[in-house]
T-cell receptor, first 115, second 114 residues
């Protein structure tokens, strides 16, 4: 049973560029959450997707957008990249009941470096 | 404001020694409580969780945590630390009921020395 998979694992972009990160949830999970983890910090909630809609959003600008597909996989898009967007981006999946209880299964993350 | 605090940024223990990592939360009502572990370059793995009931909860890898309502704390413990426990540990909370986001503390990095 594959867990949560994310791609790419590492990438380097320059300021002003756009990036797309991808996530496939654990089998049987229908909810995907995205987190940003800056160096030395805890993960910060970006948004959550369920039934192809954004259900919740954290304090991130509109440059951060996402999508969920019918197979429950998800993308995180960041436009107009800033140096401060350099971070580990974590995808977490859960079932609907798991969302209620906060039980998340994390991927290994996509490490984004913005130069 | 709702928050979760891990007062210790970095802790060093000797292999075989006991461990306690602190976590305090500030929420209107008792939230659901979690501890996650992150090994270098890895995602987060759930160690244990508390929803209600028995205030001492057992998790994977020999970890346990105790919920103390009076102190708004949920400290993580292990009687005997192994070198493989070296990692970063995050306390996390989510308000009970409804679809709520999980809020993480800033983490405690554990170093284990021989």
């Amino acid at each position: 049973d594959a867990g949560v998979t994310q791609s790419p694992t590492h990438l380097i972009k320059t300021r002003g560029q756009q990036v797309t990160l991808r996530c496939s949830p654990k089998s049987g999970h229908d909810t995907v959450s995205w987190y940003q983890q800056a160096l030395g910090q805890g993960p910060q909630f970006i948004f959550q997707y369920y039934e192809e809609e954004e259900r919740q959003r954290g304090n991130f600008p509109d440059r951060f957008s996402g999508h969920q597909f019918p197979n429950y996989s998800s993308e995180l898009n960041v436009n107009a990249l800033l140096l401060g967007d350099s971070a580990l981006y974590l995808c977490a999946s859960s079932t609907t009941s798991g969302v209620n209880t906060g039980e998340l299964f994390f991927g290994e993350g996509s490490r984004l470096t913005v130069l | 404001a709702q928050s979760v605090t891990q007062p210790d940024i970095h802790i060093t223990v000797s292999e075989g020694a006991s461990l306690e990592l602190r976590c305090n939360y500030s929420y209107g009502a008792t939230p659901y409580l979690f501890w996650y572990v992150q090994s270098p370059g890895q995602g987060l793995q759930l160690l244990l969780k508390y929803f209600s009931g028995d205030t001492l909860v057992q998790g994977i890898k020999g970890f346990e945590a105790e919920f103390k309502r009076s102190q708004s704390s949920f400290n993580l413990r292990k009687p005997s630390v192994h070198w493989s426990d070296a990692a970063e540990y995050f306390c996390a909370v989510v308000p009970s009921g409804g679809y709520q986001k999980v809020t993480f503390g800033t983490g405690t990095k554990l170093q284990v020395i021989p």
